[in-house]
DNA sequence: CTGGGGACGGGGCCC
DNA sequence: GGGGCCCCGTCCCCA
């Protein structure tokens, strides 16, 4: 027989214990605000800790000290009391850095109950949007936050405080509260779009910014003897952190400054950079795929936002970007600006499998890499006929070579081809060496059948809008390999669309 | 190590 | 609204 009101029993005991500082047998240290807590309830509840106190666990007699310095104690407190309690008290305000905390602490649910928050609060019904188009800037910014406080679903039951319950876990229970973009968005987890987004991120921020980094646990009888730890850590998270506040600090007033009534700056503090918030977004498996045209159809009432105007103009209406502070005078514009927050890339180049966000760099991708558009030999700068020269590739970089400067270089390991040969340069050296890039798409390469048909036809553009929800629709434009030199699609006599 | 150039991404704006 | 052009910034490769 269970008693279900037994786990609760012992969570309120411990909390008690906690409070009392009671059997308290690891020290936290945040920021120089200690929190007492229990050894077990923490490898209960966190990963990070399940790991940290494992390692340690040989020494049981000495209390453990963890030291932080990645977030604040006030989020830790909130964080400390949900894992002694199961009420998770988020604000608008204190939302991301719970989330980055909860990441670090690998406490899943809690990022989950993150990520559910910050999707609610980018959803605008139109009422609000009537709201906020009613009212002018001044009267708006001063609605306080209300905190939403998110119970485990294990403790639901016995919480007489207003909770909401994760939509992934509990739907149907207080769909009032999540709007169908927030559904849309648990609906659309694909795995992959993560693992593609932090590498392109890894990539472009390996060498501009530092991952913050704990400051390390020490296991003493005092306190003080945590600071060592926090002077050998070379990459200091302090410096780091107050850069990139910094940093986010001054972009974000430019968004604040215009567009402060938009209820979508709370969902990102201003202590938060959006590349911060991609990552924290993309770091857990549940990270959700969002397609730009659908994202863009789906939450329409989100993007339109009024700007403040100055004395006697006319308001301008600019469209603002759910996911970061950018703004945009036309929708249309926007709508190619959410690319870059899905990692959409809806043109592959049929040649070598690299995607684009816009036709228009698919399009000088082509001529340049594909093609060696300039009729210029690399080497002697002298102009170069398709009889007097020819194409060579070397890594992914493809050039004209007039016959006297190749013969010269000795390229006969390249396997230079005759340009108007027909022969596929791009299989042949694709073959030899596989662009980072490409490596990221493979999978979707292999779903490519028509893609041998491309590699035959070298020199034609093949451009293929994809759309993955329906993959038969597929619309390709190809083009010749004369126009293609031009690229003048309006000549549309040269389009194939199949 | 450094500077130059290529490739690419993204924004503004015109047609 | 879509397509396209121009411009600029960033990253990377190479000499």
């Known amino acids: 027989m269970e008693i279900s009101s037994h786990q609760f029993h012992l969570l309120e005991q411990l909390n008690e214990q906690r409070k009392q500082d009671l ?91 993150c990520k559910t928050f910050i999707k609610s609060s980018l959803d605008i019904n139109e009422k609000e949007k009537d709201h906020y188009l009613s009212l002018s800037a001044k009267s708006t910014s001063t609605e306080p936050a209300r905190p939403a406080l998110y119970r485990s679903r294990r403790k639901a039951k016995s919480n007489p405080r207003r909770s909401y319950s994760v939509p992934d876990e509990k739907p149907g229970v207080n769909e009032n509260s999540w709007s169908s973009y927030g559904s849309y968005l648990s609906s659309q987890v694909i795995l992959q779009r993560a693992e593609t987004q932090l590498s392109k991120r890894g990539r472009k921020q390996g060498s501009g910014r530092k991952r913050r980094k704990h400051l390390g646990l020490s296991q003493s009888r005092d306190l003080g003897q945590g600071k060592p730890d926090r002077a050998g850590a070379s990459d200091s998270s302090p410096t780091s952190r107050v850069g990139e ?46 397609k730009a045209e659908e994202l863009y159809t789906s939450m329409p009432t989100i993007l339109g936002v009024m700007s403040s105007w100055n ?41 070598c499998g690299k995607r684009f966000t816009r036709l228009e760099h698919l399009r000088n991708h082509f001529q340049t890499i594909h093609q060696a558009g300039k009729l210029i030999c690399r080497k002697c700068k002298r102009q170069v006929t398709e009889l007097t020269g020819c194409v060579v590739q070397q890594g992914t970089r493809r050039y004209r070579l007039c016959h006297k400067c190749l013969a010269e270089a000795s390229l006969d390991s390249s396997t230079p081809e005759d340009f108007d040969a027909g022969h596929s340069l791009v299989s042949s050296s694709a073959g030899n060496k596989r662009p980072k890039w490409a490596l990221e798409e493979e999978e979707e390469e292999e779903q490519k059948s028509d893609e041998e048909t491309a590699e035959e036809e070298p020199y034609n553009l093949v451009v293929r809008h994809t759309n993955d929800d329906v993959p038969d629709e597929v619309e390709e434009k190809t083009w010749n390999s004369v126009t293609a030199s031009k690229y003048h699609p309006e000549s549309t006599e040269n389009h194939k669309i199949s």
């Open 23 to 113: 059997f308290c047998d690891c020290n936290i240290l945040v920021e120089g605000k200690v929190f007492k807590a229990h050894r077990n309830v923490l490898f209960a509840s966190s990963g990070y800790f399940k790991m940290l106190l494992s390692q340690s666990s040989k020494e049981t007699s000495q209390p453990t000290i963890a030291t932080f310095e990645v977030f604040s104690p006030e989020t830790f407190m909130v964080i400390l009391d949900f894992v002694y309690s199961g009420i998770l008290s988020l604000t608008g305000q204190n939302v991301i850095e719970v989330m980055s905390a909860a990441s670090y602490l690998q406490m899943t649910d809690i990022l989950s109950v």
């Open 245 to 290: 506040e910094a940093e986010f600090d001054a972009e974000n007033d430019v968004g604040r400054d215009d567009y402060g009534c938009h209820r979508g700056s709370e969902a990102v503090p201003k202590r938060w950079s959006v590349t911060q918030l991609e990552q924290e977004l993309s770091r857990t498996p549940e990270f959700v795929e969002l």
């Open 311 to 351: 004395e006697g103009d006319l308001p301008r209406m600019r469209f603002k970007c759910p996911f970061c502070t950018h703004t945009v005078k036309r929708r249309a514009d926007l709508k190619r600006h959410l690319r870059c927050h899905t990692g959409e890339r809806p043109y592959p180049c049929e040649a």
